[in-house]
């Protein structure tokens, strides 16, 4: 029974995504991203202003997403280190719901941390590594080397130990400075037990210099997406995955942060917000890069509760 849920929840983001591309159609959200802070982001992105989410404000908003969307895909960003116990509440929670949970992260997140998200049903984690010097790392990420490289021991041993499914990687984001490391952190990545390895880029910033080339140094196991892969080499692309709703720490609601915020929950509801930015979302149709490409690895996530 529980496959078969997991099936059904997959086939409609499809169908979510698919519909995405009809024209005169408003598309739904196929997953929700959650910032629960302003960690780890490029100069480009939209910031929180206002007061923080509470604990039980997030909640309910999953809920009312969950009511509009079913059980959707939850990418969880910007929850260490001072937020480590929401971050894991959020992961239990989402996997109540059969909401497959996906955090990105630069680390630190303890040990105890990591075996707790295991234990809610945590689907895949993703690490951001800059390099493997702790110059290109941390001016890639904005974390020390060495909290990025206890977070992925913390959940590789964290799998083992708890003898549960946990899809786990390794994202270099790409800057003109790194670009020619990236392959040492895939051999890296790999030997530390990583199970795929693979590249973005910045939010908002342009292609770096030698970007196709890095993305190709990855070698196996290299899950960057095609799209991303098109755009460093200069074509013409169109990011795929379907539309995406993002909550800021504050509650305000965006479709992408080079685009106009929809509102914020506190004051409507997700879908009311949702309809009244059509015409944004229309703008982002012919976007290259909406999004961090980060949100669509791996392909496909099943809730593990």
């Given amino acids: 029974m529980k496959s078969l849920e997991q099936l059904l929840i997959q086939a409609r983001s499809a169908a979510r995504a698919a519909s995405a591309r009809l024209p005169g159609v408003t598309p739904r959200p196929t997953r929700l991203v959650l ?14 202003t206002g007061a923080p989410l ?22 969880i960003a910007g929850g260490e280190p001072a937020q480590s116990g929401l971050l894991s509440a959020l992961v239990r929670f989402g996997n109540r719901l059969e909401c497959p ?60 130990r708890r003898k549960r499914p946990l899809g786990l990687y390794v994202c270099v984001p790409l800057t003109d400075a790194n670009t020619g490391g990236a392959g040492a952190v895939a051999g890296w990545a790999r030997q530390a037990g990583a199970d795929g ?19 190709e140094a990855l070698g196996r196991d290299n899950l960057t997406p095609d799209h991303l892969r098109r755009w460093l080499a200069g074509e013409k692309v169109r990011v795929g995955g379907g539309y995406r709703a993002e909550l800021l720490s504050d509650g305000t609601l965006l479709a992408s942060s080079c685009a106009r915020p929809l509102g914020n929950v506190r004051d409507a509801a997700p879908e009311a917000l949702w309809a009244a930015g059509a015409a944004t979302l229309k703008e982002l149709r012919e976007h290259p890069r909406p999004w961090d490409e980060v949100e669509l690895v791996p392909e496909r996530l099943r809730s593990r509760r």
């Fill in 35 to 48: 910032r629960l802070n302003d960690l780890h982001l490029g100069p480009n992105l939209l910031r929180a």
């Fill in 54 to 75: 509470k604990e039980k404000e997030w909640r309910d908003t999953i809920v009312r997403f969950e009511r509009w969307l079913g059980p959707l895909r939850l990418t």
């Fill in 101 to 160: 949970t996906h955090v990105v992260t630069g680390g630190p997140i303890s040990s105890e941390g990591a075996e707790a998200m295991v234990d809610w049903g945590l689907s895949a984690v993703t690490v951001l590594v800059g390099g493997i010097d702790e110059g290109s790392h941390r001016a890639a990420v904005g974390t020390r080397l060495d909290e990025a490289v206890s977070t992925v021991e913390a959940f590789r041993e964290a799998r083992a």
């Fill in 197 to 215: 390895v693979l590249a973005t880029v910045p939010f908002g910033a342009e292609p770096p210099k030698g970007g196709l080339e890095a993305v």
